[in-house]
């Protein structure tokens, strides 16, 4: 496991400039109707207004732009079933790099098409025999490419924490913070920009019941595995938090809950 400080609220904030001109402000919306359902005022930050259409572009292009020219030149690679994958490949476009992406056969046809859109290079596998790290490593060490994991990287942590900054700069005295968690990359930024804007705000993780790997983790306070979770939500099917975001998680989520399909 990595220290804490791995990532810090300083990285967060030169990730957002690093990110200006490139990644979009997404709005912040609000709806009547929901907050007298539930009796508090809500506030969504629609990353589905971003670029690729989720908030992954901002930690893939937070990563490699920060690459040294012979690792641009060498190229990247990351694995992905899509948001990521479309991140990278859009970063590595705007950027001037080559982007290898290794995804499921079974990823859904338009995010395959919009990550070859791109440009990138599209390897595909089995993912009922075949494991994306591996292939992705020995790609990795077979061509020089860098490796660009879709969550458990100090520098996509801190492109993902530019949401929650963005947040807390337009909607001040929040009293929670309500992230969805797969692999945790969004929620660990999104803690640390927490924790240094808005001390008092309450960091809750939330992930669907099929795929409660984190918050096994956050409970028992070591790292638990889901194997091949089944659930709807096919972005947080990630079977566990990686060696960044656990040790995040624990010293910086206040509670972590898990909702149904």
């Known amino acids: 496991m990595h220290p804490i400080d791995a990532v810090t609220f300083e990285d967060v904030v030169r990730a957002q400039k690093r990110l200006r001109g490139h990644a979009h402000e997404t709005p912040v919306m609000t709806s009547r109707t929901l907050d ?5 005022q809500v506030f969504f930050k629609c990353e589905n207004f971003q670029r690729v259409g989720a908030f992954k572009f901002r930690g893939a292009y937070n990563a490699i732009a920060q690459l040294d020219d012979e690792a641009r030149a060498r190229g990247v690679i990351t694995y992905s079933s899509g948001n990521h994958a479309q ?9 001037g790099v080559k982007a290898t992406i290794v995804m499921p056969d079974n990823a859904p046809a338009i995010k395959r098409a919009a990550t070859a859109g ?4 599209i390897v595909a596998y ?3 025999t075949e494991v994306r790290e591996e292939i992705g490593r020995a790609l990795a060490d077979e061509h020089g490419y860098t490796l660009i994991p879709p969550y458990d990287h100090p520098h996509v942590i801190a492109g993902q924490g530019t949401a929650a900054f963005e947040l807390h700069k337009e909607i001040g005295g929040l009293d929670a913070l309500l992230v969805c968690c797969g692999g945790g990359g969004l929620l660990s930024g999104s803690a640390v920009a927490a924790r240094a804007m808005a001390p008092a ?3 809750i ?3 669907p019941e099929l795929a409660d790997d984190a918050c096994r983790s956050f409970r028992t306070g070591t790292l638990q595995v889901v194997t091949n979770p089944d659930t709807l939500a096919d972005g947080a099917r990630t079977p566990s938090l990686g060696s960044f975001t656990f040790p995040i998680v624990l010293s910086c989520v206040d509670d972590m809950v898990s909702v149904s399909e």
């Open 36 to 40: 007298a359902q539930v009796g508090a």
């Open 87 to 95: 991140g990278v490949a859009l970063a590595c476009k705007l950027l």
């Open 118 to 121: 791109y440009g990138a290079t």
């Open 126 to 128: 089995d993912p009922a």
């Open 201 to 203: 705000c309450q960091v």
């Open 205 to 207: 993780g939330v992930e």
